[in-house]
């Protein structure tokens, strides 16, 4: 079984310029997860998904970061327009069932600097 | 604010040898305390959980410490091995979400 997949796996942006972060979630999977780990520090949650409906999206910084999962399958994350503290690691992590404590497997990350 | 703190933030242990990675938290409506697993270029990876209810939690070598009152856990790895560095993450899920808060990692070597 595939493991949650996320594309790309680098980006080097220039400030002000736009970046489409994807995700693809484990294949029955109805929580989806953004989270992002900034310069070394903790691992920060962004939002929830459940299904394409947002269960949270108390972590996201502002509006310049849209996320969404249409069709409840993949989800993405635009950032429009970056700026350079949007440099780190976003990560995607997927669980399955609506409530509980279902483990949340991660993605491998998408690494994106900011000039 | 960090509503995990994870210490130490780096760590070097000889084979053989035993890790003690520490966390605290604050918000007593965390239910669900796991550490995750990090090797270079890969997400976090599920390696140990724990509730509440219990003190303490055992898988192979990997053991979880728990204190309710004083608000903290640990990890130890014990007979720690080279195939043990990495950065490990503790992280508490509130029971009124399923967000995870993490700490802020701890970058284990473990020396041969």
């Known amino acids: 079984e595939a493991g949650v997949t996320q594309f790309p796996s680098h980006s080097v942006i220039e400030k002000g310029q736009t970046v489409t972060l994807r995700c693809d979630p484990i294949s029955g999977h109805d929580n989806l997860y953004w989270y992002r780990r900034v310069m070394g520090k903790e691992i920060k949650f962004l939002l929830h998904?459940?299904?394409?409906?947002?269960?949270?999206e108390s972590g996201m910084p502002n509006n310049r970061f849209l996320a969404e999962r249409t069709g409840g399958t993949y989800s993405t994350l635009k950032v429009q327009p970056a700026e350079l503290e949007d440099s780190g690691v976003y990560f995607c992590a997927s669980s399955y069932g609506l409530a509980g404590v279902e483990t949340q497997y991660f993605g491998p990350g998408t690494r994106l600097l900011v000039l | 604010q960090q509503q995990v703190k994870q210490s130490p933030q780096s760590l070097i242990v000889q084979k053989g040898g035993i890790s003690i990675i520490n966390c605290a938290y604050e918000n007593t409506a965390f239910d669900y305390f796991p550490w995750y697993q990090q090797f270079p270029g890969k997400g976090p990876a599920l390696l140990i959980a724990i509730r509440p209810d219990v003190s303490e939690k055992k898988e192979g070598r990997f053991t979880i410490s728990f204190n309710k009152s004083a608000k903290q856990f640990s990890l130890h790895i014990m007979d720690s091995q080279p195939g043990d560095s990495a950065t490990y993450f503790c992280?508490?899920?509130?029971?009124?979400?399923?967000?995870?808060?993490f700490g802020g990692g701890t970058r284990l070597m473990v020396k041969p």
């Open positions: 998904f459940v299904k394409e409906s947002k269960q949270d």
């Open positions: 992280a508490a899920r509130n029971n009124a979400g399923n967000m995870l808060t």
